[in-house]
């Protein structure tokens, strides 16, 4: 979530009830009261489209806003609010953005509403710290092969894990237009290449585990929370989302469920697919199978002996070398699995290697 955006740090009252909603859930509300000291809820018009719409007080003609939220991603990576209301009476309007930010614009009754327009009021999904996140709450899971489909010895002994706290966890891979935010804002040092697969919503990938750390510093100091990659631990219980079946949604792979060599998806074996072209699991994340293989925080270990049992990232042990989850679009489904493991060098990059972001949520 990035800060919200606001004209005025107090207004004249309280609006309590969406009245618009446009396309991509942006949500609208606004209070008002007039010159006598009456309060009320505004009301949404008969004419509105998936951008805008027109709101009203009660029966003065002239007493009506105009808001639009523009789609201007392709222009400058951000939503776009104007408002431009006929009245004098005083009034909060509230525009809510999908990661819960707001923008307001108010006025005192008695005088002249402005105008406003705001081209940069909302940063994009898919650009910088724009990022879309689940909720991921805190539980315990039995970590490794609990399904008994394929299991390999990495994947043992089955351990008991509890994650104390609830997580804020990307909802896709960090994609090719974030990471190129990272890079022109000076937080990032590699430009990694495609493969001329295309980049904006793709997985960025030719990543190494040390460039995303670059990249969780920065997107830590544009946003104000304090982001990092998965602890193992945590991805498998995101994946799995409540599961003990070999994938998200049973033992068998499907047909056109996630991108692998053997998946039925239009890109498999040959390219990645744009983020999110996949259902969510039951905790509203994409592609946990597939795609690309996400670097985590842990370094490698052979099997589970020894390993945490509080969710943390486990730091000990051939830590010259960094733990992926997940498979990618070259690898054949058994490895797509919830609980299958996979090594890379720390300072290795490959065109199946990304990753996604998380942070834990304070109470």
């Known amino acids: 979530m990035i800060p919200a955006v606001s004209f005025s740090t107090e207004g004249p009252c309280t609006p309590t009830s969406d009245v618009l909603q446009f396309d991509g859930d942006y949500r609208v509300r606004m209070c008002y009261i007039t010159g006598e000291g009456e309060t009320g809820q505004a009301r949404a018009g008969v004419w509105a489209s998936s951008q805008s719409g027109i709101l009203w007080f009660f029966s003065r003609e002239n007493a009506e806003v105009l808001v639009k939220v523009l789609d201007g991603c392709e222009h400058n990576g951000h939503r776009w609010v104007f408002v431009a209301p006929v009245t004098d009476l005083g009034f909060e309007l509230r525009v809510t953005g999908p990661n819960g930010e707001t923008w307001t614009h108010t006025n005192e009754a008695g005088t002249t509403a402005p105008t406003r327009s705001d081209t940069s009021a909302f940063r994009c999904s898919g650009v910088g710290s724009g990022l879309e996140s689940a909720v991921i709450p805190a539980g315990s899971f039995q970590m490794g092969c609990v399904s008994g489909v394929g299991c390999l010895d990495a994947e043992f002994p089955v351990h008991s894990v509890t994650i104390p706290a609830s997580l804020a966890v990307g909802k896709y891979e960090v994609t090719f237009s974030e990471w190129d935010a990272c890079v022109e ?133 051939g830590c010259s070398g960094r733990v992926l989850r997940g498979g990618s679009v070259f690898n054949e489904p058994g490895d797509l699995r919830s609980a299958l493991r996979g090594l890379w060098l720390i300072g290795g990059r490959f065109n199946f290697i990304g990753f996604r972001v998380a942070r834990t949520l304070t109470p």
Do not use: K
């Open 185 to 317: 804002s000076g937080g990032c040092r590699h430009v990694p290449d495609n493969p001329g697969w295309g980049r904006g919503n793709r997985p960025v990938v030719w990543v190494s585990w040390w460039d995303t750390q670059d990249y969780v510093a920065w997107l830590s100091a544009e946003t104000g929370y304090e982001y990092r990659l998965l602890s193992e631990s945590e991805w498998e219980y995101a994946a799995r989302a409540g599961t003990r079946t070999a994938y998200s949604w049973g033992n068998e792979i499907g047909i056109n469920r996630a991108n692998c060599d053997g998946c039925g998806s239009r890109w498999d074996a040959d390219r990645t697919a744009p983020v999110g072209s996949f259902g969510a699991n039951l905790f509203g994340l994409h592609d946990m199978h597939g795609n690309v293989w996400e670097w985590v925080e842990d370094c490698w270990n052979e099997s589970y002996v020894g390993a945490p049992s509080d969710g943390s990232a486990w730091l000990r042990g």
